[in-house]
């Protein structure tokens, strides 16, 4: 099962930010926060991931609160393209990937 | 940029046929998964594979289903005898393995292949 819990959906405007939170208080020490996400039935896409520190790329920024017990995913500036289910998961080492059901991000113009 | 590709990307077969599912990984990656997606629920994880071996398999990767890594770019997941039930997006993603655990690697996936069985 996923060790991470997250809202079932959730609506954004166009041009707006996007906050995706995520919940993973059982996260251990050496476990990176990793966020993918699926745009129809296309793969997964990769868009960040930390461990401790926010981070941030050209996608988005991934704000870790200082306990780690949760995380909030950003979009900046949303657009229609990023409607898509967001998936957080915890994950150490090369063991696989467990997804749960994410968030449905609908952004709306 | 580098991406993992997959082929063909929709396959139709009949119940009890062979199907082989072929990947392109990212070609520095060392580490190599397979994972499916029956429609409308979750992906779920198929089997990992590196050093020219499963490295873990889940409770879905029975003997119906085999891995290979043919040469040096390819890697296909094999399904003997297909069922209805195996119909689904099949996902293949790799990673780099730069990092030792409990360091991680970030996986990259495909785009999918969708297997229907009929």
């Known amino acids: 099962d996923a060790k991470t819990t997250q809202p079932t959906s959730m609506d954004c405007a166009e041009g707006r930010a996007a906050n995706l939170p995520c919940n993973h208080s059982t996260i251990s020490g050496n476990e990176y926060v990793y966020w993918y996400r699926q745009i129809h039935s296309q793969g997964p896409q990769y868009i960040i991931h930390g461990l401790k520190n926010n981070e941030t790329n050209e996608m988005a920024s991934l704000i870790i609160t200082e306990d780690r017990k949760s995380s909030t995913l950003i979009l900046p500036h949303a657009t229609l393209r990023d409607t898509a289910v967001y998936y957080c998961i915890v994950i150490s080492g090369n063991t696989p990937l467990v997804f749960g059901k994410g968030t449905r991000l609908s952004v709306i113009a | 940029e580098p991406e993992v590709t997959q082929t063909p990307s929709h396959q139709v077969t009949q119940m009890g046929q062979e199907v082989i599912l072929r990947c392109v990984p990212i070609s520095n990656h060392l580490y190599f998964y397979w994972y499916r997606q029956i429609l409308g629920q979750k992906v779920e994880f198929l089997v990992s594979?590196?050093?020219?071996?499963?490295?873990?398999k889940s409770e879905i990767f029975d003997d119906q289903f085999s891995v290979e890594r043919p040469d040096g770019s390819n890697f296909t997941l094999k399904i003997r005898s297909t069922k209805l039930e195996d119909s689904a997006m099949y996902f293949c993603?790799?990673?780099?393995?730069?990092?030792?655990?409990?360091?991680?690697?970030?996986?990259?996936f495909g785009p999918g292949t969708r297997l229907t069985v009929l």
């Open positions: 594979f590196y050093n020219n071996e499963i490295s873990e």
């Open positions: 993603a790799s990673s780099e393995l730069v990092s030792l655990a409990p360091l991680t690697d970030t996986q990259y």
